[in-house]
């Protein structure tokens, strides 16, 4: 994010209790990053990765329903690192090998319902999701990836919403696209709004960690005579 020139602003708990995290306005569409960790593969040339691997296996689903709904934009990190020797070498600038991929782009015409996928990517963002079919497609590097970030700030301002009206209202309209897409039980993620300060002039991001929460059983088929 600094290499966008975003600033870093971090909050203790007792600093959020005070302020409420009201400190931001959103100046451009929030966006969720879903980092992954390699399950194998060689440093910084190919890697292996789990998708839609957490408890319920409905991670991708709530990622494509966001995404598809135009409430929030969604993404995959895929760092290429597969040793801690590695890791620890490059520690600091790790997005160096780090490619992204859009999460809609993985999608295809796979099965994500309880199921996990496994995607290989490459050093020059080819990646395959492998499964009983194949989704194949291209990813960016992280780097480019922030530079888009930095024209979007710069080319948009901020609607003068407070974060305390912004955020719930944005976890409103996430829910709400999932729960259409009939999507079963609770997902965690990690949103990201960039925006500047009350005046307008230091620039910052604010990221949340948030529990989507999807339906609470599975919708009831409509039956047609």
């Known amino acids: 994010m600094v290499s966008a020139g975003i600033g870093v602003i971090g909050f203790t708990q007792q600093q959020e209790s005070v302020i409420g995290a009201d400190v931001l306005y959103p100046c451009t569409i929030p966006f969720i990053i879903q980092f992954k960790a390699a399950k194998g593969g060689v440093?910084?040339?190919?890697a292996t990765f789990y998708v839609n691997n957490n408890k319920r296996m409905n991670q991708h689903r709530a990622l494509?329903?966001?995404?598809?709904s135009g409430v929030c934009e969604a993404y995959y990190a895929f760092p290429l690192i597969?040793?801690?020797v590695f890791l620890t070498t490059n520690f600091g600038s790790l997005l160096r090998f780090t490619v992204m991929v859009e999460a809609q782009k993985l999608t295809g015409a796979l099965n994500w319902i309880s199921k996990t996928h496994s995607v290989e990517v490459q050093a020059n963002g080819q990646f395959t999701v492998s499964s009983d079919e194949k989704v194949t497609g291209k990813g960016f590097s992280a780097k480019e990836f922030l530079q888009n970030k930095s024209k979007e700030r710069k080319n948009n301002q901020g609607d003068g919403r407070?974060?305390?009206e912004y955020l719930p209202s944005l976890i409103e309209s996430m829910e709400?696209?999932?729960?259409?897409?009939g999507i079963v039980g609770q997902?965690?993620?990690?949103i990201t709004v960039v925006g500047t300060d009350i005046d307008g002039e230091n620039?910052?991001?604010l990221q949340l960690p948030v529990r989507i929460r999807g339906l609470r059983k599975e919708p009831k088929e409509k039956v047609i005579f």
Do not use: F
């Open 43 to 46: 440093d910084n040339s190919s």
């Open 162 to 164: 407070k974060m305390a």
């Open 64 to 68: 494509d329903a966001i995404a598809s």
């Open 187 to 190: 997902s965690e993620h990690t």
């Open 82 to 84: 597969a040793s801690d």
């Open 203 to 205: 620039l910052g991001y």
């Open 176 to 181: 709400h696209a999932v729960k259409e897409a």
